[in-house]
């Protein structure tokens, strides 16, 4: 195991998280209120849990900064990777002004996936060692397009109070940075100028927040979390990979298959994930934030665990229960007021 003093030594990974961090807090702190001026805001309506418009343009800051500061520290993205990212930035940018039809966005989706699993996940993953039938690789093949559309779209539907997704991402880097140096793994710049960006946005998201991501942010921030966490599965961890994101998993899709149980159309917006209900009843962003982090590092330390067991599988199952746990303190009703 690599010394953890050591990584204090390789200083220019502070310096590429610093500037981050202090580009992106001086970025907001100008164009906010530019966006407030040309009126691309959030405006509240019935499924919302603010009452004041809010600025539309964290993604337009955070995705392109991302974009640049990784390439001027010199990360080295793929082809397909970086076409995926940017597709998926202007696809929903796009909707973030003209509310594209939800089939037309998820075919989008697909196809960007579709690229990615084909053009860049393929050149690690053979199939053939692992299924001899042509079907069951065929069949794997779809199931990892259509799951990672999935986990892109539920990270998007997670977004729905203030600083929850911005945790999220934080807390998914932090990990990864922490895993990597425990298993002495290259240290990755991505993960420094991610976590930098993301610090600086919390910054006027956390509520009460002074600009939300939009589709423009959250998707394409997903599709980069979901690269992040396979690209360290290819270290043999795939256990810790399935416990990070768990708790945003699970919401999303017990929600929506207790809508559709309900005959609800559950591809349309809504506002019935269970941290949403904790808002409803009573909880505030911050309180259900701070729970979030809490529940996080529960997931840490799991995942911790089933690396340090080498992939036992009892610390999924905990990881599962511990994230229920919480999911039904969510849902519980109590009498107080909306903060």
Known sequence: MKIFYQIYLDYTLFIFFTLSLFFTIIF?????????????LDKPNKRSNHIEPVALGGGLVVIPLIILISY????????????????????????????????????MHFFCIFIYVHFSLLENINFTLYFKESYLTIFMYFFLIVGITWFINAFNFMDGIDGITAIQIIFLTCSLMFFNLFLNLDNNVLHYCVLGVILGFL??????????????????????????????????????????????????????????????????????HFYQ???????????????????????????FLSILEKNNFIFLILSFVWSIFFLFNFSKTKKAIRK
């Not at 009843?281 to 934030?289: A, E, I, P, R, T």
């Open 203 to 272: 910054f006027y998201n956390w509520h009460p927040a002074k600009i939300f991501l939009g589709d423009s942010g959250s998707i394409p921030l997903g599709f980069l979390m979901l690269f992040l966490l396979v690209e360290f599965s290819f270290s043999g961890y795939w256990i810790a990979v399935l416990i990070l994101p768990m708790y945003y998993l699970l919401d999303t899709s017990i929600t929506l298959f207790l809508r559709a149980c309900r005959n609800e159309k559950f591809w349309q917006p809504h506002s019935q």
């Open 28 to 40: 907001f702190k100008f164009l906010i209120p530019l966006f407030v001026n040309y009126k691309f």
């Open 72 to 107: 001027l520290t010199g990360y080295v993205w793929s082809f397909a990777n970086i076409f995926v990212f940017i597709s998926l930035f202007f696809i929903s940018l796009v909707d973030d002004f003209k509310n594209i039809r939800a089939l037309y966005r998820l075919i």
């Open 277 to 303: 209900k904790a808002v409803r009843n009573g909880q505030s962003h911050k309180q259900v934030c701070i729970k979030i982090i809490l529940l996080s590092i529960g997931l840490f330390v799991f995942s």
